[in-house]
């Protein structure tokens, strides 16, 4: 349970806060003026508000909709991402949320409309180009979905647009918002995914890997189409053998016709964001690793990039063709 709730004043009669408001009403209820107040603060202690962290229900004015950074999307036209929380539920060692905020407190932006209204203005201004729209990059997209509500509003926006696509990224399993409803063709519920043996130690507080693929085949089932992401390839002295696991344990059985997408990514981190990690996390063997760093991105290094690369492409060639397979190089 979230114990402590502040709100802008501005939106606490909005349909979301009243909704929150319902679903916890024990928690103490805290009105401010903006949450920049509050989560912009300096010298805020990461660590100790990740074990108890407060929501700030607010309200977003602008930027509702960012190109992605390049090497992110697959082949759109056009990527287009879009945050209606900062923060997430869970606590995976190599985040980069971590190092981005200096609160670890969550930020929910009520206005879901006011995000639709400028996604539809993208729609228009690229009519007829394809475009997809990823959310789930300041946070997780399922993870609050049971408070949110933010999932079902996404899906009833993007059922109105067939041609453009939109990606929820996620490592949760409150998949019920989706099973509910019939599956949008334009729809790509893309789950984040490591071996085994490498979520335990470091997807803390995330569904463990069995749990997440048990959803992945039960929306394939029901007709979602399902993104795989990879991203970031951890490196350990079995990964050949634990990422070949991984691929089989998913991928068998999974109808290739719902395999919307592969996509892998390289763990990187700007220098900065790197250290506030391994301060956070000094115990992570992953900080022990001797990276390297080129023009202020600290990764394992080309010789081991190239190395996990020409691996998976080869090994997840086994199922399926090499148009659905793209490495993301953020
Ligand atoms: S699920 Fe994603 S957003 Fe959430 S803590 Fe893990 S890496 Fe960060």
Redesign the pocket.
């Known amino acids: 349970m979230i114990e402590t709730i502040f709100f802008e004043e501005q939106i606490s009669n909005h349909p979301t806060t009243e909704r929150i408001r319902k679903a916890l009403p024990r928690s103490t209820w805290v009105p401010i003026e903006r949450y920049q107040e509050l989560f912009n603060k300096r010298h805020q202690n990461f660590k100790l508000q990740k074990k108890n962290p407060a929501l700030i229900l607010a309200k977003k004015h602008e930027n509702f909709v960012l190109p992605v950074p390049s090497g992110f999307g697959m082949d759109s036209h056009k990527n287009f991402y879009f945050s209606h929380m900062y923060?997430?539920?869970?606590?995976?060692k190599?985040?980069?949320?971590?190092g981005l905020y200096s609160s670890a407190n969550f930020v929910l932006f009520v206005n879901y409309e006011d995000f639709f209204h400028s996604i539809s203005e993208k729609i228009a201004e690229y009519k007829g180009k394809s475009l997809t729209f990823f959310s789930?990059y300041?946070?997780?997209s399922l993870?609050f979905d049971k408070l949110s509500g933010f999932a079902d509003h996404a899906l009833t926006f993007f059922e109105t647009f067939p041609n453009v696509e939109l990606e929820l990224?996620?490592?949760?399993i409150a998949i019920n918002s989706l099973l509910q409803r019939k599956p949008l063709d334009n729809c790509i519920v893309a789950f984040?995914l490591s071996p085994s043996e490498i979520a335990k130690s470091m997807?803390?507080?995330?569904p463990n890997i069995n749990r997440r693929i048990n959803a992945i085949k039960q929306l394939a089932e029901t007709g979602w189409k399902i993104g795989l992401r990879f991203d970031p390839l951890i490196y350990t002295s079995n990964w050949k053998n634990l990422y070949s696991s991984l691929f089989e344990e998913i991928l068998n059985g999974l109808n290739p016709s719902m395999l919307h997408s592969i996509s892998y990514g390289p763990l990187r981190f700007p220098k900065k964001m790197y250290k506030k990690a391994a301060s956070l996390h000094p115990e992570q063997k992953l900080f022990a690793f001797p990276m390297e760093e080129t023009k202020g991105i600290v990764s394992y290094g080309k010789k081991i990039e190239t190395e996990m690369h020409d691996f998976l492409k080869s090994e997840l060639n086994k199922y399926t063709s090499e148009n659905k397979i793209f490495q993301c190089t953020i």
Do not use: P, V
Request: with cysteine; net charge negative; glycine share 4%.
């Open positions: 923060n997430c539920l869970y606590d995976c190599y985040c980069f949320l971590q789930g300041d946070c997780d993870a990224r996620t490592k949760s984040s997807d803390s507080k995330a």
